[in-house]
């Protein structure tokens, strides 16, 4: 069974840099799929369960390519939720890698839908995000209690400012 080729990227990132602790170089020629800008997570789930899981919400990088090599390594060695990823366990976790379109205001939760829409939660610097279509995050409310809880502000809070995307999943 093939992978999507982004899939494949992040695997080859984290086997790479578990082998010689250096991030993946861009080739000098990429394809069209690899030249666009785009905020990408990178999640890593052993067993059905969350390993790690981190990323951008907006381009950082100069391509999607180089967003996938360093995002798939930030989630395999620098989630502070899960000691780092080893080289023995690497065959027995699946990825997905989350492309992220531009986030747009929300002015009503009535805009919202956990399973089409990720959010992003602000007050302040501080600023959480949760991908859409999470098990178990059912409802809008859910979702954004787990956001704020994620941005250290009080789930009762809704002085916030609020933003909604929606994310192309790769597996």
């Known amino acids: ?101 531009e986030p747009m205001m929300v002015n009503d939760i009535s805009e919202l839908d956990p399973k089409k829409f990720g959010v992003i939660v602000s007050k302040g610097y501080k600023r959480g995000l949760l991908l859409p279509d999470i098990e178990g995050v059912n409802t809008v409310q859910e979702q954004l209690r787990i956001t704020k809880m994620k941005a250290g502000i009080n789930p009762d809070d809704n002085d916030i400012e609020l933003y909604k995307f929606t994310v192309k999943r790769y597996k």
């Open 1 to 101: 069974m093939s992978n999507h080729p982004y899939v494949d990227l992040a695997r080859k990132s984290i086997e790479y840099y578990l082998k010689t602790g250096k991030p993946l170089k861009s080739p000098s020629e990429l394809s069209d799929d690899f030249k666009i800008k785009a905020g990408v997570f990178v999640s890593l789930k052993k067993k059905g369960l969350l390993r790690g899981c981190i990323g951008t919400f907006m381009p950082t990088r100069d391509n999607i390519f180089e967003e996938i090599v360093i995002n798939a390594i930030s989630a395999s060695q620098e989630d502070p939720r899960f000691p780092k990823v080893n080289p023995d366990e690497l065959s027995e976790i699946d990825i997905s890698v989350d492309v992220l379109s």
